[in-house]
């Protein structure tokens, strides 16, 4: 059974840091492409950034662009978001989604995990 389970996420105080984590299982993640979304109340979903299949490309959203880090280890079946410099508009549930395939920035994404909530406030 396939399955992607986020975790990392919590309360941080603005301009802290957190490292979410998407452990996967099921399926072997050399053959997928990874991404990282949210989705605040009232928006619409908004891929955060994503990691292509061989992990050689990256891509990430200009709202967090300089602030977010996306690396995966293949060898551990992780993909890894590292957060920095956290913003209040930052704080919404996290999702990791896969595709089969090496680009992440096109096509569907198949298998979504249930959400972290991350949490940015003083």
């Known amino acids: 059974q396939l399955q992607l389970v986020e975790s990392g996420g919590g309360l941080v105080q603005p301009g802290g840091s957190l490292r979410l984590s998407c452990a996967t299982s099921?399926?072997?993640?050399?053959?997928?492409?990874i991404g990282w979304f949210r989705q605040a109340p009232g928006k619409e979903r908004e891929r955060v950034s994503c990691?292509?299949?061989?992990?050689?490309?990256?891509n990430y959203a200009d709202s967090v662009k300089g602030r977010f880090t996306i690396s995966r280890d293949n060898a551990k079946n992780t993909v890894y978001l590292q957060m920095n410099s956290l913003k209040p508009e930052d704080t919404t549930i996290y999702y990791c989604?896969?595709?089969?395939?090496?680009?992440?920035?096109?096509?569907?994404?198949?298998?979504w995990g249930q959400g972290t909530q991350v949490t940015v406030s003083s």
């Open positions: 990691i292509s299949r061989s992990g050689s490309n990256t």
């Open positions: 099921g399926f072997s993640l050399v053959y997928y492409a």
């Open positions: 989604a896969a595709r089969y395939g090496s680009s992440c920035v096109s096509g569907n994404y198949d298998y």
